[in-house]
């Protein structure tokens, strides 16, 4: 990653890392099985606070094991054995979709019903209020806001959100939507805003 032009912060101690001020790093790659503290408690611990990508490494193959990592709030979940550019990949792929472009510095708000997305502070409302996103879950959020009743399939959403070149899985989108719905729909289970098209993908639906 330093030799691909990334400034890298490391730590062979994880303990270390909550509490530590995470707002000048635009991305976290962790381990999941280390020392002291495991991968899965140190993303659930500082995943409040901070909101860029995470992308868990590990030689855990279980399916449950993924699922549970995006499930905390991960962004990507990458299998040992992998090539150092398959790695780069994936890390350039979230940092470029993550950045501000153009037409956002000159948009100002998307409404829908009772959201309010602002895309120049990437921030969102629902009735006033402010809902705390990851960068992904905006990226998702203006991702449907800008296409209400459109059936966007989940192959569809993951180019759209993590980029044409990620090489993630489809069920990346799933957690995702699901931890989305959690903070979005007053009932998750019955979500009216954010639903499935069975079979195919998701809609924004209001």
Not at 32 to 45: H, K, S, T
Not at 83 to 96: C, G, H, K, Q, Y
Not at 164 to 191: A, H, Q, W, Y
Request: proline share 5%; glycine share 10%; net charge negative.
């Amino acid at each position: 990653l330093g030799r691909d032009g990334h400034e890298v912060v490391k730590t062979a101690d994880p303990t270390t890392v909550p509490g530590t001020d995470l707002s000048r790093f635009d991305l976290v790659l962790c381990d999941v099985m280390m020392p002291g503290l495991d991968g899965f408690e140190l993303v659930r611990q500082i995943r409040p606070d901070f909101d860029g990508p995470i992308i868990f490494l590990t030689a855990r193959v279980a399916e449950e094991d993924a699922v549970a990592g995006y499930g905390l709030g991960a962004d990507d979940y990458v299998t040992k054995p992998f090539s150092p550019a398959e790695l780069t990949a994936r890390v350039d792929a979230l940092i470029r979709r993550l950045g501000v472009d153009e037409e956002e510095k000159n948009s100002v708000e998307i409404v829908s019903g009772p959201f309010v997305l602002n895309v120049r502070n990437r921030t969102l409302e629902k009735n006033g209020q402010r809902l705390k996103l990851t960068q992904i879950e905006y990226l998702l959020m203006k991702l449907f806001m800008e296409n209400p009743g459109k059936a966007m399939s989940r192959e569809d959403i993951l180019s759209a959100v993590w980029g044409s070149e990620f090489g993630g899985e489809l069920k990346t989108v799933d957690v995702n939507i699901r931890r989305l719905r959690i903070k979005i729909e007053s009932d998750p289970t019955e979500p009216e805003y954010l639903t499935t098209v069975w079979g195919y993908g998701y809609k924004w639906g209001y």
